[in-house]
């Protein structure tokens, strides 16, 4: 009886523990999100909605100040998604060569330094894309717009370079889930696709990958956040400047614009920058709902 007792005090209070922890998370998450709009909406008052959001000249200190973010917000999406489309198939092709192909020596080489990239700084990123990988962009761009008259060189820092540092900074998080995922694939179904005659690639990615798809699925939503958050590397390397986001164009993420100009706004200025950090927080809530919504798709079909 007295263990019993003591069974049941230890239940109550972990779920008192647990039910504490749920209301503070909760509590957070709604928190922000007021702040956020308490903050973020002022600005779409003052300056406009359509001006704002849809405008593509930013000049906060002119004589008539213009804030608009549709090439920031482009920027963001562009940069987010090529970023995305490079380093997920490299990652997840990275995830299947160490839990279905390599040998047990090269596997235990290489996962420390996957384990090792995802615990370097990012500004490290930002110092290595700044001095290695720029100077190789502004070779390209003279070979490329050598003739050109209209062309503004940007010394390398452009999209392009911002596109390849996001891709290397979030492969640590999407090799690292998705071998994870492939490793918990049950063994039974890989001998099931070899007794029907599979080949081991078939078997990879028509029976292993697809029953993995939810884990897979977990690791390109932690991906994408860490791409829509960064924001250090990025300023670095990017260039900074307001422009449609063309490969070899200067550009600033929505990251990067409250990095940049936070520190010395005023004003309508301010609260411009703090609509920016709404639109960031939506977007990233947006495509949050829509990777959960095809991961249970995922989850429903297996």
Same mark, same amino acid.
């Given at each position: 009886?007295? @263990? ?17 922890? &749920?209301?503070? &998370?909760?509590? &957070? =998450? ?6 956020? /709009? %308490? ?7 003052? =300056? ?17 100040? &213009?804030?608009? #973010?549709?090439?920031?917000?482009? *920027?963001?999406?562009?940069? *987010?998604?090529? $970023? =995305?489309?490079?380093?997920?198939? +490299?990652?997840?092709?990275?995830? +299947? ?9 090269? %596997? ?11 615990? /370097? ?38 999209? /392009? ?25 049950? %063994? ?12 081991? /690639?078939?078997? =990879? ?5 697809? !029953?993995?798809? $939810?884990? #897979? ?15 250090? !590397?990025?300023?670095?390397? %990017? ?59 995922? @989850? *429903?079909?297996?």
């Amino acid at each position: 009886m007295k @263990n019993k007792a003591k069974i049941n005090a230890v239940e109550k209070t972990a779920k008192s523990i647990f039910m504490i922890c &749920a209301v503070i &998370a909760i509590f &957070a =998450v709604c928190s922000i999100t007021i702040y956020m /709009i %308490a903050k973020g909406t002022p600005a779409l008052k003052s =300056v406009g909605v359509l001006k704002l959001l849809f405008g593509t000249s930013w000049a906060p200190t002119a004589n008539e100040p &213009a804030y608009g #973010i549709l090439y920031i917000i482009l *920027t963001s999406i562009v940069g *987010t998604a090529a $970023s =995305v489309l490079i380093g997920v198939p +490299v990652g997840l092709l990275t995830a +299947v060569f160490l839990t279905e192909i390599s040998n047990k020596k090269l %596997a235990a080489i290489v996962n420390p330094a996957i384990e090792l990239l995802a615990g /370097i700084p990012s500004v490290i990123y930002g110092l290595l894309g700044l001095m290695l990988l720029n100077p190789f962009m502004y070779k390209m761009e003279k070979m490329i717009f050598e003739d050109s008259d209209t062309h503004k060189f940007t010394g390398g820092s452009n999209l /392009i370079s911002a596109v390849i540092v996001l891709a290397i900074m979030i492969l640590p998080t999407v090799v690292n889930v998705s071998a994870s995922s492939l490793r918990a694939v049950s %063994a039974n179904l890989r001998a099931a696709s070899y007794a029907l005659g599979a080949s081991k /690639i078939q078997t =990879v990615f028509k029976v292993t990958i697809p !029953a993995a798809k $939810s884990g #897979i699925m977990t690791g390109v939503v932690l991906g994408i956040g860490r791409a829509l958050g960064e924001a250090m !590397a990025i300023n670095m390397v %990017a260039g900074g400047s307001v422009q449609i986001p063309l490969p070899f164009n200067s550009v600033r993420f929505l990251t990067t614009q409250l990095v940049s100009e936070m520190g010395y706004a005023e004003g309508v200025h301010r609260q411009v920058l703090f609509t920016v950090g709404l639109v960031l927080y939506i977007f990233i809530m947006v495509v949050n709902l829509v990777l959960q919504k095809l991961r249970k798709g995922a @989850n *429903t079909d297996e």
